[in-house]
């Protein structure tokens, strides 16, 4: 049987490129896991203490490899595959695919089956440093396995997502954006799923009498496919009380089982929709043929048919209508406020969304004014969900600032104007934070009427201070400043979006997840470290959360604040080191970065 020349070239192109240095690193996390494990928790310990406890830092130890992984791979597995497909229709490279024998579904499957063979080899090098855990003990074949399961599963599925949408969008910046959105928002929704349909009565009881037993339900079956979710269900079950009792025994309610099908039903579903869409080339949006006027009495007809440009996105009237003084800003912004046309099953699927979305808004302010729902748990809700989200998407477009100037070959264009390097480089910042704040104008009525809705029934136990909303508000300005002043300045050293994505992704993900485990790993068990003050000097969320409890506020607001500034700081730190790059190399003389 001939092997799939796909995964041939895939294979050796990837080995060609910058995977010794993913794998390295990948395993010198896990090894570096260990190893801070070891010190935090027993080096200091005798060997009589260490032969006693041994098995709980074993168990431990798989804990933290087991969520360390599944995160990993939540962002990992697409972005290896988001660009597979719009990449070579990008370099022009999709056509001679399609004109060759080979069909559309060999083409999609071997992209896959490449990147799926890479997943296995990483999760395999990794399996001498995860072995230490049963030679600690407190770990049995059962979980591991499940876990490795749960861990492949959820690789492949979001591997699987990645080149469906790169599949169907034109763009690779498109498709990586859509893609980890779509994967953000699964995680995150399934997760308030779990919560909803293992938590108390009261969750449910404002919904009307059909549906506050059938709502709780669908929303913990949707839970039940969070692989983070289902990993805590492997590593500790004991903090999973939706599975003990009569359904833990059933095996379609065991939370991996659940999680495992769900991933394999979707990447079975998406990779006939990728090949489909690989074999039906996307529609030419230029032109397209009208009906010809029925001429006048007297006048001849004509035969030949006229033809109308069509345009493919959908524009917002306030902002095509705009003029600046500076053309990149312009442009910048009617690029952020216009969208493209989508299918019309789509569309209706978008719109039933949006009309769920608009009656749990309708639905949260009747809480807020009988009281039902404080103050602080709007602000945490939102605040938390709205920097996470915030950050991808200014590191989504920051990163693709200047990239796909290149991309596109329009940089040319703007070497060769009268602008400065610092009029590009704020035409840029301002379009990207305007756009971050113009779509997160509808949260803000809600969380302006809810401190203004605090009665004395919320004193004591669910107040908002106006001084925390400002920090809060602050805080997130702050980490959007630095973030996109990060991003901007990584996009200028590529030439490839893709490749100034990933590492904008990644560097952020590794600073905002690994970092802060680093240091807990480091400080938990010396005292006076100011572990707490230094997390929360130097993570956004950790502010945040800080910030919305009184007593913690009043602890930490000074080195809360104190990020603040910093962050602020570190902004313009990365303009500076920006301007200073394209003032010294220009952008055509700046080596390939793929």
């Given amino acids: 049987m001939e092997l799939n020349p796909i995964v041939v070239k895939e294979v050796r192109s990837r080995w060609r490129g910058r995977a010794f240095i993913l794998l390295t690193a990948y395993v010198l996390l896990l090894a570096g896991t260990v190893l801070f494990t070891y010190q935090t928790s027993g080096y200091n310990m005798t060997r009589q203490d260490w032969e006693n406890n041994a098995p709980r830092y074993g168990h431990d130890l798989f804990e ?37 024998p080979l069909r559309p579904g060999r083409i999609v499957w071997g992209k896959l089956s490449a990147v799926l063979l890479f997943i296995a080899l990483m ?4 399996l001498p440093i995860t072995s230490t855990c049963f030679l600690m003990g407190g770990t049995s074949g059962g979980e591991f396995t499940r876990a490795f399961a749960l861990e492949f599963a959820t690789a492949a599925c979001c591997a699987a997502t990645g080149i469906y949408f790169s599949s169907v969008l034109r763009r690779s910046q498109a498709a990586i954006t859509v893609t980890f959105c779509v994967l953000l928002g699964w995680v995150i929704s399934s997760a308030f799923g779990l919560i909803l349909g293992v938590g108390p009565p009261a969750l449910a009881s404002g919904y009307p009498a059909p549906f506050n037993k059938l709502i ?32 833990a025994s059933l095996l379609f309610r065991d939370p991996v089982t659940v999680c495992i099908g769900f991933q394999a039903a979707v990447a079975l579903i998406l990779m006939p929709l990728a090949a489909r869409a690989v074999r039906k080339p996307l529609p030419d949006p230029q032109v397209a043929p009208r009906r010809t006027r029925r001429a006048g009495r007297g006048s001849a007809r004509t035969s030949e048919p006229t033809y109308e440009y069509l345009t493919e996105y959908v524009h917002l009237p ?44 309708i639905y949260e302010i009747g809480e807020i004014a009988n009281g039902d729902h404080g103050p602080t748990g709007v602000w945490a809700f939102f605040s938390i969900i709205g920097t996470i989200a915030n950050m991808i998407a200014v590191a989504l477009m920051g990163a693709a600032g200047f990239a796909r100037e290149r991309e596109a070959k329009t940089w040319e264009a703007l070497e060769l104007s009268q602008l400065t390097p610092g009029e590009i480089i704020k035409a840029k910042l301002e379009a990207i934070l305007t756009g971050c704040i113009l779509y997160s104008m509808p949260v803000w009525p809600l969380l302006l009427f809810s401190l203004a809705s605090q009665n004395a029934a919320h004193s004591g136990r669910d107040t908002m201070s106006i001084d925390r909303a400002i920090m809060v508000v ?6 959007l400043w630095w973030v996109t002043a990060y991003s901007l300045y990584l996009s200028w050293f590529f030439k490839r979006t893709a490749a100034a994505i990933g590492w904008a992704l990644g560097s952020l993900t590794f600073a905002m997840v690994f970092v ?41 607001g000074g080195a809360a604040a104190l990020g603040i500034v910093v962050s602020f700081i570190a902004g313009w730190v990365w303009i500076g080191l920006l301007h200073t790059s394209m003032n ?10 793929s």
């Fill in 584 to 593: 010294r190399q220009p952008i055509t003389t700046v080596a390939e970065i």
């Fill in 318 to 361: 306030a902002v095509a209508n705009w003029r600046s003084t500076n053309p990149v800003l312009q442009r910048e912004l009617r690029a952020k406020f216009r969208w493209k046309r989508l299918p019309t099953w789509v569309s209706c699927i978008l719109v039933l969304a949006g009309a769920g979305i608009t009656w749990w808004y």
């Fill in 516 to 556: 802060p485990i680093i240091l807990v790993m480091l400080l938990s068990g010396s005292p006076g470290s100011g572990l707490e003050d230094i997390l929360t000097a130097t993570h956004p969320l950790v502010q945040v959360v800080a910030m919305l409890d009184q007593s913690e506020f009043d602890r930490s």
């Fill in 216 to 247: 709780p339900e669908l929303a913990l079956w949707f839970g039940l496919t969070n692989p983070v979710m289902a990993m805590a269900a492997i590593v500790d079950p004991r903090s999973y009380p939706a599975f003990a009792g009569p359904t």
């Fill in 123 to 126: 999760q395999l090098t990794a």
């Fill in 64 to 100: 933290a490899f087991s969520y360390m992984q599944v995160l990993g791979w939540l962002l990992i597995g697409p972005a290896l595959t988001a660009t597979s497909i719009s990449g070579e229709r990008e370099t022009g490279l999709l056509e001679g695919l399609q004109m060759s």
């Fill in 474 to 479: 602050a805080s997130m300005l702050a980490t």
